[in-house]
């Protein structure tokens, strides 16, 4: 299997990344970037990381998953993975299996309608990718443009990712996907659609995968502002993923890397899917992510004295409730799985509950770290004058609680860094639409409940009724 020094060496291939209006010709060695890179490399050491599948050693996150034994090891590598990153979710190849696992299920009911060989193209993607242990970034989220307006109605048509050209050895294609996920550190770039198709939107019903260095590929990441904007973060300067906007400037695909190509009526299919998919990996995730506001408000608790004040203690089960709350939706998706052409997937049922609960509900934990802190988080002095011994001892003096300033002023640092930074915007923005808005929840939920158990009690007493 791949080591840590392979991959980051590996991010030396001429890949065309900008960040703050410049080109990073080596994102390992970039100031900032490497942060994100660094974070990525940690999947590598991950001992429970590798399986056996077939006999063959493969990662556990591309362990196809056949029912309910496999997804709670998923979510089990999963939790325990972002715990081992601080509580920042590693998501270098739990995405792009998510993806692989939903084109592996839709794949195979195109080329039953069509006749196509997609099905052994995915298969063999997977097959490559564990082979040779890499990384992946989904880049699903297009542009969008117009709202109101479909793919095929933009004024610019670029606005979704479209196939411009066929070829006899491959397409071409352009556009842009948002929110790419540690894009500029991933090895395979896979694309998949991001909503339902019409006809006229064939162009734009695609799927395909390409190395991060391909020619027309071009990253722009967001700014790092939890890093850069905050000399006193904590957690940041060791773990932090990017976003991108992933542009494909005329790209070639070739065939054996396409996985959907005009089939419209299994877009949204595959859209769906895939969310289901994530979502699970989601909620995963986001339950050991709240450790670190668990963590934080007891300790800053007990550093203030008030641990045992009831508004405290409330608090601490607001953010308990959270956690646990995803765990168990993560556990019943994964007891309840559907299977389809062999593949366990996580209920979607469970999952979306999940989701849509860590959708509404995280502002609640912010606030009651918040609570538990108090205002000082926002009106203490800066690092800047921490680092100055003529105020360092003063500080420390008077930034004392029921623990020595010291701690107690590293204590409130990373609950600022939580609760009142530029990384809580970050954290408030992607916890209502990182892998789905709160719209899109509240849809699948409504599409998938069967409420034909709750009309027939209804239906029951009225007939009941009528004697």
């Given amino acids: 299997m791949r080591s840590k020094e392979q991959y980051l060496s590996s991010l030396s291939d001429g890949r065309e990344v900008y960040y703050r209006g410049k080109r990073v010709h080596n994102v390992a060695d970039h100031q900032v970037l490497r942060i994100s890179a660094l974070h990525s490399a940690k999947l590598y050491d991950m001992k429970d990381r590798i399986v056996k599948d077939g006999g063959e050693e493969i990662s556990a996150y591309l362990k196809v998953p056949r029912g309910s034994g496999d997804l709670l090891q998923r979510h089990k590598v999963i939790y325990d993975h972002t715990t081992a990153c601080n509580g920042i979710f590693n998501i270098s190849q739990a995405i792009g299996s998510d993806a692989i696992f939903a084109l592996m299920v839709v794949s195979a009911k195109v080329d039953r309608e ?227 052409e062999g593949v366990a997937i996580p209920n979607p049922l469970y999952t979306n509950l999940g989701k849509l609960y860590t959708n509404t509900h995280f502002h609640e934990v912010v606030k009651s770290l918040i609570d538990v802190a108090g205002g000082i988080i926002s009106t203490m002095p800066s690092e800047e004058d921490l680092r100055n011994p003529e105020e360092r001892d003063m500080i420390f003096k008077y930034l004392r609680g029921a623990e020595p300033g010291q701690r107690r002023v590293q204590l409130l640092k990373l609950v600022k860094e939580l609760a009142s930074s530029s990384l809580t915007g970050y954290w408030l923005t992607m916890m209502l639409h990182a892998e789905g808005s709160v719209e899109a929840s509240k849809i699948a939920l409504l599409r998938e409940y069967d409420l034909r158990e709750a009309e027939e009690m209804v239906e029951k007493i009225l007939d009941q009724s009528k004697g």
């Fill in 114 to 340: 069509t006749g196509s060989s997609y099905h052994e193209r995915v298969r063999r993607f997977w097959e490559y990718v564990a082979k040779n242990d890499l990384t992946m970034a989904t880049a699903q989220t297009d542009v969008k443009g117009d709202r109101a307006k479909r793919p095929s109605q933009q004024s610019d048509l670029d606005m979704y990712v479209r196939i411009v050209e066929r070829r006899q050895d491959g397409i071409v294609v352009r556009g842009a996907k948002a929110h790419t996920t540690q894009a500029a550190v991933a090895d395979e770039i896979l694309v998949i659609p991001t909503r339902a198709m019409t006809q006229e939107d064939k162009d734009f019903a695609v799927a395909f995968s390409v190395p991060a260095s391909t020619k027309g590929l071009k990253m722009i990441v967001r700014p790092i502002d939890e890093v850069e904007g905050n000399s006193s973060s904590l957690l940041s300067k060791v773990d932090h993923e990017h976003e991108t906007l992933t542009i494909f400037d005329d790209v070639f695909v070739p065939w054996d890397r396409v996985f959907m190509a005009g089939e419209y009526k299994y877009a949204g299919a595959l859209a769906n899917l895939f969310a289901t998919f994530h979502r699970f990996t989601a909620v995963s995730y986001r339950a050991s992510m709240a450790n670190l506001f668990l963590g934080a408000a007891s300790l800053v608790a007990k550093a203030n004295g008030i641990q045992d004040a009831r508004h405290v203690k409330e608090d601490l089960l607001t953010i308990l409730s959270y956690k646990e709350f995803l765990r168990m939706s993560a556990i019943s998706a994964a007891n309840e799985p559907l299977i389809d």
